[in-house]
Structure formats: structure tokens, C-alpha cells
């Protein structure tokens, strides 16, 4: 018997030394509602605990709850009404008088007729039986009404006894409460400071960020000092209900503390190194070797993508770069993140810098420089072999009414990344579909919380370097798609109903499509009629608001002469219905291509499509767009595009062929004669069709007449060597019934310089420089081309026997002949490219043989080979 006293005896003790402290706290965090305020209460909750365990808070001193309990934070319990009461009635047992009691109020709860009530597991707590409880436990008590709607909780909870912090002062604001996003951090870092000064300033920061971002007001914070409701700036609160709001710090705690960081001058104090920095630059600096031909690489990526239940996102990183020369110092002293308040706002939770010798600064509460759409971080002390720590989120704000969501989640940045993980998160109750490519990657799927949670495993992620003539992007780049599409319907739907009334037209536009058409025998001669007028109109886009997917009405564009790719598709339909013609409006993405398998918006461009008329027996598809595109051909990035045509009501795909055959061709024939005092002069006469006639007729029209000639000289030195551009004349640019025909006069004193260089007006050299690619390459948009090429020489001689010469391939074939006359000699070469998307597989063997048309290019300088 003695003994079991003893040991009572002993447990009494320690039970008192645990709380010797006098304190004790409550964090009661009720459920959340959807999962990104359910992460916002996990951050403000474990903030919480980390400002009273650095106050030297003992763990059974606390009583901590949160949804899903343990399960989902450690440490906590289930957040149940009978549990939270029966904690209560039990600490009422435990403290003393002059003890005090520190309360949190996180999460969701409500006020309405029935009183007030917290979102509590089952059956709800009330705010009465809570208040109740709470007047059992004796002692002082510091409540934080941060939860939603707890001002109402005010009338119930004042008592002489208690200081109450409130985010809001009135039950009409009803958004969760901000203020402890300011607070809680402000706390932390100064935690032997009043509460008091913390609330002000923190209250301040909040109204200063809905003053910077254009918003309404829409929290004031309000204090209950034990006697009346105090209101900013608390100028009414006396000293010693001030006193009360100091935290009481562990000595033994406080010797441990890290000490407060200085900022002096803008920059961070030096910190010492710790086990764990050192750890960190040790295994940078190793892991280095790997990608020391890069600048920096990624030692960490980890990303983790949440879409909430009303569509908004919040993107969060986990980054260690290691900067390995001088170059990337540049890129990453300032650097620009995504910051267009209110619809996207990036927030850090650590900058810091690891030095070589692994001290460091923590840049986190330095003023970082808000700008119209982003956010710069500056780093000012930034070496060769350190490495940057970030953690930040990018929160999204869905602009537009969109009932569905899709999202395209890039893979790869400029450097290497070592360690690369991707978590997304979606609600749980709703149907999400997700597709990896460029890349395998391995998942684990969950469900955690209200989100759905997807993991992918780790992997190393090579850079993403840029070459010309790469595949778009999409074909190319590593990334994971995102969509709550379950088919197109579900999409076209959408887009039925955001485009409704659109092609209507008004008596004015009507009378316009008859006038236009009044002299048309076909049906195709009237929709090239009202195409030929749209292709006048100026090219305007407004990618903002409902404009951005909504086409204005024909009237609107006939009226003001402008408009964009969906503005003239939607007249080019509306019109030619009118008299008669029916098209179709479809969607494109133009440039790329489309994943017919994956419904998501992958749309860029707009177009028209007419499945019946006279010459054109598969349809004919029309771009009005940029006004350079002759009837019945095709702008390049349109041409062998899956095509999404609405045919209200659904939808189909149909692959955009060129309704007319009109080779990309370039004809260029070159006349060069050398007099008797040595100068050469000559003519060169250059035709264009199709895809090659469109670039040079935009590239042309788009100058003034000095960039013309600038431009013309350019491509001149690219043909022909030390030739002087002496003047030239061009068909009308504007005419798109016709080919370009270029003339141009040219002049060199340096014949036989001249002749080191005679190549074609495509080089098709210039797309195979590098030995290897490792990705797919397209030029001229991927279609077939010809270049024939005519070279006279006239007073100059070939040197070696006349030659053909004939290259063929399943890419391209070729012809070369020479000839010669008297005291003259004649070059033609008719390239013709089957195939211009060259996989990494295929390129060696295409560059190979392409020099060996280089080698023929030349033979009037080397001779055979």
C-alpha cells in the first residue's frame, strides 16, 4: 500500500510540474467544409500548436480537435460533440483559479433562428452548451473566435473573466475569417509580445491587402475586454487587460527559442549553419556533378495541385535549386512569380538562401515588390553554390463561368529536376479524369479528407530546351492533364449555351449578305463573296470576360470592320445561312493538335466549314482570320488538325484537310551576268504558292518600305553571296486571288564570291544543323513543299563535265542538273519534301542524305565528290 502511494505521490509531482505553467489551451478546429479550407484550418491548427508549444505549453495541457482526428493530424481527436464536452466538464475539474485557459475557434460554423451552433462530427455543438461549459472551468480565459460567424458567439461568452478576439464584429460577414493568416504568423515570430499590438498590426496587413486588390472590406475584427466591445484601433482597452494578453513563456523554453531575425537594410541577418542545412547544401553540392552542364538544377520539386469544389486552385511547391555558376545567379536574384490580385495571388511560406558553408537567411519577412500581375522576390545576396528553399502556394480564382475544369500541369522547367513528386487533389463527390504524357509515371489513389488524392511516384525530370523547329509543345512536352469532362457533349454543351444568339442578325446585316451575293451564280460564289469582305476586316481579339469565348454578333463585326478568329467564323456561318448556304462553326487548336480521347478545352483558334458545295467534294474549310488566306486554302497551323465541329445540338470531330490543291511551292528563277569590266548583274524572279505564299505576303505586308528592303537584302545574302539588292517589284500583297510574283535587280562586283554561294530560297539545311534531336521536328507546319530553282550564268564558264543527279527517299526527292553553253553554264534543282515531321529516329539518316544534296549545291565550286 505504501508503495502505490508513493507512486500517486510521485504522479501528482509531475502532473504539477507539467502545468506548472498555469496555462492551458483548447484548439478546436470544426469541420471545414471542402478541402481548401480544411488545408487553410490544418495550417492555422498546427500554427497554433506550434506558438504554444514554443511558449513551453506541455502536451496534456492541451486539448487539441480536428476533423477526422488523429487520422488526419496526429495529435489531435475527433472533433465530436460528447468528446469536446466531456473534455471540457473534466478540465473544469482539473484547474485552478488562477490558472489561465487560452481558446482557439477554428472552422465552420453558423447562426441562424436556432441560435448558434459549430460544425462538430454528428450531432452539432451548440453554442450555449459550449458557452455553459466553458462557465464551469473557473479561471481566466482568452478565446479566439476565428471561426466562421463567431461574433455571435460574443453575447454568449462575455463574462468578466474573458478577453474575446473575434475576426469579425458582425454576423453578415460570412466568408472564413482572414485575420489569423496575418496573426497567427505575426504571433509566432513575436511571441512575448501582447496580443493587443499583434491584432492591430495584423489587422492593418488585412485591411491593406483588401484595399490593394480593389475588394470591399469585408472582415473588422472587434475585442471583449472583460467589460465592453472594443473596436480599431483598440484605443479604449487599458493596460491591464494588456497584460493579460501576454503569452507566459518556459524560462527553460525561452532559453531555447531561436533568436528573433533582424532585417537590416532590406537584408535577412546571417544565420549559423545547422545539422540540417549543412545536410542539405552537403547533398546539393554531390548531387551537382550530375547536371553541371546546366546553370542550376532542381535538387526537389514536389508539387501538389488542388482543385476545390467551386473551381478554384491552389498550386503549392516544395523547391530546393541549387545554383551552380554566376549565369543562373542573374536568373534567380529577381525573380517574377504569378501575381495578378484578386484572381491569382502567390504566397510564400519560405525563402531562404543555404550558403556553401551551409549558414543562411531566412528572406521570408523581407519586402518582396508587388507588381500589376506578379510578385518579385528579391535575393540580394545570392552566390554560385547555394541553394534556394521555397514553399509557396499559387491560389487560382476561376474568372470566367465555367461549369467544368481543365488544366494542363507542366512537367518541366528550364533546368533538370533530381527529385520530382506530383500529388493532385480533387473533391471527392465529383468525377475527375487525369492523363500523364511524354512520360510513365506510377500512382497510388486515395481518398483523404473531402479530396480524392492521386500520388505519383518520384521521378527525375530532364530540362525542357527549346529548339526551332520542335514539336509544339503539347506533342512534346512532358505533363499531366486534368479535366472534370466525362465526353464532349458534356463540353459542347456548355459551349451551345455561352454562344446561344450569337450568329442572329439584324435587318442591316441581313441586307448586307443578299448585297454581297447579289451577283453570285453558285452557292460557293456566295460564300466566297462574304468571305472575301470579312478577310478585309481588321484582325482585333478580346480575351477577357465573356468575350473571350463568346463570338460577337455579325452586326457588331460588319459595323465596326474588326473582329477575331470566332467573330468572322460565326458572321462567315450566320451569313451564308441566310442565303441559303449551311456551314458549320468549329473549334481548333491551331498550331497543336487535339486530344480527341481527353475533353478538356485544348481550343485556341475558330473557323468555318461548309460540307456542300459546288468543286470542293469533301467540304471546304474557310479561315477569314488574318485576311492573307486566298479562298479555298488554309492558313498554316489549320491544315491536318482534328477539327471540333458544333452541330447544335453535339458535336463531331473531322480532320481540317485543304479543300483546294495548291502546292506550297517557291519557283525561283536567277539570271547572273558578268560584263566586260567584271561586274555582275542579274534578275531574280520568285513565285509563291500556298503555305509559302502566305508567310512571305505576311512577312512582306506587315513592313514599311524600308524593312522591306532590309528584309528582301537579308534573304538575298542567305541565297546568293555579296549580291547588292538594287531594287524590286512585287505583285499586290492585298490581292489573294493571286500568287506573289517578286522581281528583284542585283549588283556585285565579286563574281567569284557570288558563286561560293548559290543555295535555295529554303535551305533545307537549316532544320538539320545539330548531329542529333531527341524530339520529333516539323517545318512548314508539317506539309509536303517543292522548291525548283533555275540558275543561268552568263560570262563565266563551268569548270567540270555537265552532271545529273538524282536523291530519293521516303522523305524527299531531288533532282540536280548541270548544263553548260558557250562562255555560260545552268543550274536547276527541284526539291520535292514528302514529309517535313522528321521523329528523332528518322533524323540522322534524313540529315545524311540532305548533305548530300549540299554536296551537289556545290559541285560548280569542288566538282565531283
Request: net charge positive; hydrophobic share 35%; with cysteine.
Amino acid at each position: 500500500m505504501f508503495r502505490i502511494y508513493l507512486v500517486l505521490f510521485f504522479l501528482c509531482i509531475n502532473f504539477n510540474h507539467i502545468c506548472s505553467s498555469e496555462s492551458y489551451a483548447i484548439i478546436l478546429s470544426t469541420r471545414a467544409g471542402d478541402q481548401k479550407q480544411s488545408d487553410i484550418i490544418k495550417e492555422y491548427h498546427l500554427k497554433t500548436r506550434q506558438i504554444l508549444t514554443k511558449a513551453g505549453f506541455e502536451k496534456n495541457c492541451i486539448l487539441e480537435y480536428f476533423e477526422k482526428g488523429n487520422l488526419s493530424l496526429p495529435g489531435t481527436k475527433e472533433v465530436i460533440r460528447k468528446t469536446i464536452l466531456d473534455d471540457l466538464k473534466g478540465l473544469a475539474n482539473k484547474v485552478k483559479s488562477d490558472d489561465k485557459l487560452w481558446i482557439f475557434l477554428y472552422g465552420h460554423a453558423n447562426f441562424n433562428t436556432r441560435g448558434y451552433s459549430m460544425a462538430t462530427q454528428g450531432k452539432r455543438l451548440k453554442g450555449k452548451e459550449f458557452a455553459t461549459a466553458l462557465d464551469f472551468i473557473k479561471c481566466d480565459q482568452i478565446i479566439f473566435c476565428f471561426n466562421r460567424q463567431g461574433v455571435a458567439l460574443l453575447p454568449l461568452l462575455a463574462k468578466k473573466s474573458r478577453i474575446i478576439i473575434s475576426a469579425t464584429n458582425h454576423i453578415k460577414q460570412l466568408n472564413p475569417p482572414q485575420l489569423p493568416k496575418y496573426l497567427l504568423p505575426a504571433w509566432h515570430q513575436n511571441i512575448k509580445n501582447n496580443i493587443l499590438d499583434l491584432v492591430k498590426s495584423s489587422t492593418d496587413n488585412l485591411e491593406m491587402y483588401f484595399k490593394e486588390n480593389s475588394l470591399a472590406v469585408s472582415e473588422e475584427s472587434q475585442i471583449f475586454d472583460g467589460k465592453i466591445n472594443s473596436y480599431p484601433p483598440y484605443d479604449d482597452i487599458n493596460d491591464g487587460v494588456v497584460k493579460k494578453t501576454i503569452l507566459k513563456v518556459n524560462k527553460k523554453t525561452i532559453a531555447k527559442l531561436i533568436p528573433k531575425k533582424e532585417i537590416i537594410n532590406g537584408l535577412p541577418e546571417l544565420q549559423k549553419p545547422t545539422k540540417i542545412t549543412i545536410s542539405k547544401i552537403t547533398q546539393a553540392q554531390k548531387s551537382f556533378m550530375y547536371y553541371n552542364v546546366y546553370d542550376a538544377y532542381y535538387k526537389k520539386d514536389y508539387q501538389s495541385f488542388l482543385v476545390n469544389k467551386d473551381l478554384e486552385t491552389l498550386h503549392s511547391y516544395d523547391q530546393e535549386i541549387y545554383i551552380g555558376n554566376t549565369s543562373a545567379v542573374e536568373k534567380f536574384k529577381r525573380k517574377q512569380y504569378m501575381d495578378g490580385r484578386p484572381y491569382n495571388e502567390t504566397n510564400f511560406k519560405i525563402v531562404r538562401v543555404i550558403y556553401p558553408d551551409g549558414s543562411y537567411r531566412d528572406y521570408l519577412g523581407s519586402k518582396f515588390i508587388q507588381k500589376k500581375l506578379s510578385l518579385e522576390v528579391n535575393l540580394p545576396k545570392l552566390t554560385k553554390g547555394c541553394l534556394i528553399v521555397l514553399n509557396y502556394t499559387q491560389e487560382v480564382k476561376p474568372r470566367y463561368q465555367i461549369p467544368f475544369f481543365t488544366k494542363s500541369i507542366f512537367l518541366q522547367s528550364l533546368y533538370p529536376k533530381d527529385d520530382f513528386k506530383l500529388t493532385l487533389r480533387y473533391p471527392k463527390d465529383k468525377e475527375y479524369f487525369y492523363k500523364p504524357y511524354h512520360i510513365k509515371l506510377t500512382s497510388i489513389v486515395k481518398t483523404e479528407g473531402y479530396s480524392k488524392v492521386i500520388e505519383y511516384d518520384s521521378h527525375k525530370i530532364p530540362a525542357w530546351e527549346i529548339l526551332p523547329y520542335d514539336a509544339p509543345t503539347k506533342e512534346s512536352m512532358m505533363m499531366v492533364g486534368l479535366t472534370s469532362l466525362k465526353d464532349w457533349n458534356a463540353f459542347v454543351k456548355w459551349v451551345d449555351s455561352i454562344t446561344e444568339g450569337a450568329d442572329a442578325l439584324d435587318e442591316i446585316s441581313k441586307k448586307m449578305a443578299i448585297d454581297l451575293t447579289k451577283g453570285a451564280k453558285t452557292d460557293t460564289d456566295k460564300v466566297k463573296a462574304i468571305y472575301d469582305f470579312l478577310c478585309e476586316l481588321r484582325y482585333v481579339t478580346t480575351p477577357i470576360g465573356v468575350r473571350a469565348f463568346r463570338p460577337r454578333l455579325p452586326s457588331k463585326v460588319c459595323e465596326s470592320r474588326f473582329g477575331d478568329c470566332k467573330d468572322k467564323a460565326n458572321a462567315l456561318v450566320a451569313m451564308a445561312g441566310h442565303v441559303g448556304v449551311k456551314g458549320y462553326f468549329v473549334l481548333l487548336n491551331r498550331m497543336s493538335s487535339t486530344d480527341k480521347d481527353f475533353p478538356s478545352w485544348q481550343f485556341n483558334h475558330a473557323l468555318a466549314f461548309f460540307p456542300k458545295l459546288k468543286g470542293f467534294g469533301k467540304g471546304l474549310w474557310l479561315d477569314a482570320t488574318d485576311g492573307s488566306t486566298p479562298f479555298g486554302t488554309l492558313p498554316m497551323g489549320d491544315i491536318n488538325r482534328d477539327g471540333l465541329l458544333l452541330l447544335k445540338p453535339g458535336c463531331k470531330f473531322k480532320r481540317v484537310t485543304s479543300s483546294k490543291i495548291n502546292k506550297n511551292k517557291i519557283l525561283q528563277k536567277i539570271v547572273l551576268t558578268r560584263n566586260s569590266t567584271g561586274i555582275v548583274k542579274g534578275t531574280i524572279n520568285q513565285v509563291t504558292s500556298g503555305f509559302l505564299d502566305y508567310q512571305w505576303k505576311q512577312k512582306l505586308k506587315r513592313k514599311t518600305p524600308l524593312q522591306r528592303e532590309y528584309f528582301l537584302q537579308s534573304e538575298l545574302d542567305k541565297w546568293i553571296n555579296q549580291c547588292d539588292l538594287k531594287s524590286y517589284t512585287m505583285s499586290d500583297l492585298l490581292d489573294l486571288n493571286k500568287k506573289l510574283d517578286l522581281n528583284i535587280m542585283i549588283e556585285s562586283q565579286y563574281l567569284e564570291l557570288t558563286l561560293n554561294k548559290l543555295l535555295l530560297p529554303y535551305f533545307q539545311l537549316e532544320p538539320f544543323r545539330m548531329v542529333k534531336r531527341s524530339k520529333t521536328i516539323k517545318f512548314n507546319d508539317g506539309q509536303p513543299f517543292e522548291v525548283e530553282q533555275h540558275i543561268k550564268i552568263v560570262g563565266v564558264e563551268l569548270k567540270f563535265p555537265e552532271r545529273k543527279k538524282e536523291i530519293v527517299s521516303k522523305w524527299f526527292d531531288v533532282f540536280v542538273e548541270y548544263t553548260k553553253g558557250s562562255n555560260q553554264w545552268s543550274r536547276v534543282v527541284h526539291l520535292n519534301f514528302k514529309s517535313t515531321s522528321i521523329n528523332s529516329n528518322e533524323y540522322e539518316e534524313v540529315r545524311k542524305k540532305l548533305q548530300l544534296l549540299t554536296k551537289e549545291l556545290f559541285y560548280h565550286q569542288l566538282g565531283p565528290q
